[in-house]
């Protein structure tokens, strides 16, 4: 009994957590998983929610001017109840959903609620359905999408600008990872020194890792600009403007410089808690034997932090490929967008989010199977 309630006093204490991760993660996950398999479209989502006046609807659809001595056969004739759904009120029917209105939608009594002035109130698109059809009104409550199968994924593999999109991600990675990496275990080891104004130092490098990435992303713009301090720097050597960020070639390396500045200090921060560890007696004795700083930097130092290395890159080889918002704010051009890029633009401005969601149930995979090889390949229980 007492190992129940540990057990259940242990739950209730995480459950706020599981909540949390249930709600936006693990659900938005399965959501995607089910998504990619439908035609699914965001903005058809307020479809059947949008309110409407039906009197106003009815008199814009049938012309009506005046509701003097008006003839319900006569409106029934001019009245075409899918028509009148999709022109009107805005929303989309499939063949199947036509052919149903046209069979079960009860157009004789709606025309002679409009005469008798009933239609004059607020409702909704499932509202209006449920009021006016016989029969199948679950088919009218709200917007489902239409199951599509692996046509997302067909559609995927055939886009050659996903596949452009892919590489770009993976060139973003293989060049970005391990220069921020090697960067950041050359700061950890400055900042390990004891000389004067280390503080400022270790604060210098950091802070770039905690501020906002659209101030950031901002700043560089700056600089990247024809105008900014990197043209003008270069216009004195004789080196004539580079238009950085418009350039399909020097945009995306642009974006990567940028992205080793802000995360190279996150990351010294990882390495500096190893090198911390190291026993200072260790190094002591490799200078005793006459160990130069390279030598006791790569025969004791790299060894001993192999597991922090392990750790910043299985995070960096994750956190670049997934880079976003500074693609957002910086690049223009599809040809150098990164893949969480091309699944924004699909899933927002093109109102795809179907096949968004293929773009990304394909890369969650892709990520998993490339951070499982490196795990296999960069072993920590062989550090030791």
């Known amino acids: 009994m007492k190992k129940i309630r540990e057990w259940f006093a242990g739950y209730l204490f995480i459950l706020p957590i599981i909540i949390v991760v249930g709600v ?85 009594r709606l025309m002679e609620d409009f005469v008798n002035l009933k239609t ?113 720097f270069l216009g004195f050597i004789g080196i004539p403007p580079v238009d950085w960020l418009s350039n399909t070639s020097t945009a995306l390396p642009a974006v990567m410089a940028m992205n080793i500045w802000t995360t190279a200090g996150y990351f010294m921060i990882v390495f500096l808690a190893g090198l911390q560890n190291i026993p200072k007696d260790l190094i002591e004795a490799s200078e005793l034997d006459g160990a130069t700083g390279w030598t006791r930097f790569w025969k004791i130092i790299i060894p001993l932090v192999k597991p922090q290395i392990s750790y910043v890159v299985t995070l960096g080889l994750i956190g670049t490929l997934q880079v976003f918002d500074q693609i957002y704010f910086l690049i223009q051009n599809q040809q150098n967008y990164t893949t969480a890029m091309y699944i924004y633009v699909n899933a927002f401005n093109y109102n795809q989010m179907g096949y968004a969601s293929a773009i990304a149930v394909f890369f969650l995979a892709f990520i998993m199977a490339l951070t499982l090889i490196q795990r296999k390949v960069i072993k920590e229980e062989s550090y030791f």
């Open 120 to 232: 004059n109130k607020r409702m909704n698109g499932s509202q209006f359905m449920s009021e006016y059809m016989s029969k199948y009104k679950g088919m009218f409550s709200g917007y489902t999408p239409t199951w599509v199968g692996l046509k997302n994924f067909y559609q995927m593999m055939n886009d050659p600008l996903f596949w452009k999109t892919l590489w770009n991600s993976i060139l973003f990675s293989i060049i970005v990872t391990p220069i921020q990496t090697f960067i950041a275990l050359l700061l950890a080891v400055a900042a390990n020194q004891k000389i004067k104004g280390i503080k400022f130092f270790k604060l210098s490098f950091y802070i770039p890792s905690i501020t906002s990435s659209a101030a950031i992303s901002m700043l560089f713009m700056l600089l990247y600009a024809k105008p900014g301090i990197i043209n003008r």
């Open 24 to 108: 936006f993660v693990i659900y938005p996950i399965f959501a995607s998983i089910y998504y990619s398999f439908t035609n699914y479209n965001p903005l058809r989502q307020m479809e059947y929610k949008n309110t409407f006046n039906l009197q106003d609807q009815l008199e814009q659809y049938l012309l009506i001017f005046s509701m003097k001595d008006l003839n319900t056969k006569d409106l029934l004739s001019q009245f075409d109840p899918a028509d009148f759904i999709q022109t009107q009120l805005g929303i989309k029917l499939d063949k199947d959903q036509r052919a149903i209105i046209e069979k079960y939608f009860d157009s004789k």
